[in-house]
């Protein structure tokens, strides 16, 4: 794994926007590309004047957005019965699939938007996308809203952490560790958000066995 990242940091560092693109679109498929080896240090060196900071939150979202885009397309194409059946291998077994497909059945674009914000989720939750086969245009839209805010917390992140502490940048391991302590504000954020999100969903839906009236 230390050998991958460090070839990843190279990827980043030499190929500019597009090995932020490729890297992210790894990431929002089914590769484990940690999206916090790529934005903060893009980040810190777009405070550095390599890059621009809007830049790498754009490439961010452009290549979050691909690898979402072609996991949605792959689960639509592939149906059901594969995905179940080699899911596990791809660290999606039945049991959490069924969980995400009540997730979308259930919250539709809004589950969307707030698995765009989770990590681990965020990667995965194209596959039931694409097996449930939503909407793809409000797929996208929430995607790319998702990754935008993903990708700019991210940056912001990676300019104050990485700012106090470049040596980080020597230890992967240890900047995303110090990273998701940093983020657990956000992810309680987001998840505060998201139950207020499902409860106003039920308060307003109408009551199990009720008909709408004519």
């Known amino acids: 794994m230390h050998e991958l990242i460090v070839l990843w940091f190279q990827w980043l560092h030499d190929w500019g926007y597009l090995g932020i693109i490729v890297l992210m679109a790894m990431e929002s498929s089914i590769f484990p590309v940690p999206s916090e080896l790529v934005i903060p240090p ?40 594969l995905v179940v059946r080699y899911g596990r291998y791809l660290l999606v077994p039945e049991a959490k699939l069924l969980k995400a ?71 992967p391991e240890q900047l995303i560790h110090t990273l998701k302590g940093k983020l657990l504000w956000f992810v309680g954020l987001v998840l505060a958000l998201c139950v207020l999100y499902m409860a106003y969903l039920r308060s307003t839906s109408p009551p199990a066995g009720s008909t709408p009236r004519a």
């Open 42 to 81: 893009a980040a810190y060196w777009a405070a550095q004047g390599r890059y621009a900071l809007w830049g790498v939150i754009a490439a961010g979202t452009v290549g979050s957005y691909l690898g979402a885009a072609a996991t949605y397309w792959a689960a639509r194409w592939l149906g059901r019965p």
């Open 101 to 171: 497909e009540r997730w979308l059945q259930r919250y539709e674009a809004g589950g969307v938007l707030f698995a765009r914000l989770f990590p681990v989720v965020r990667h995965l939750i194209g596959i039931p996308a694409g097996i449930v086969r939503m909407n793809f245009r409000t797929y996208s839209v929430m995607t790319i809203l998702g990754s935008a805010l993903w990708c700019a917390v991210l940056a912001w992140f990676g300019t104050h952490v990485l700012g106090d502490q470049p040596q980080l940048l020597d230890n």
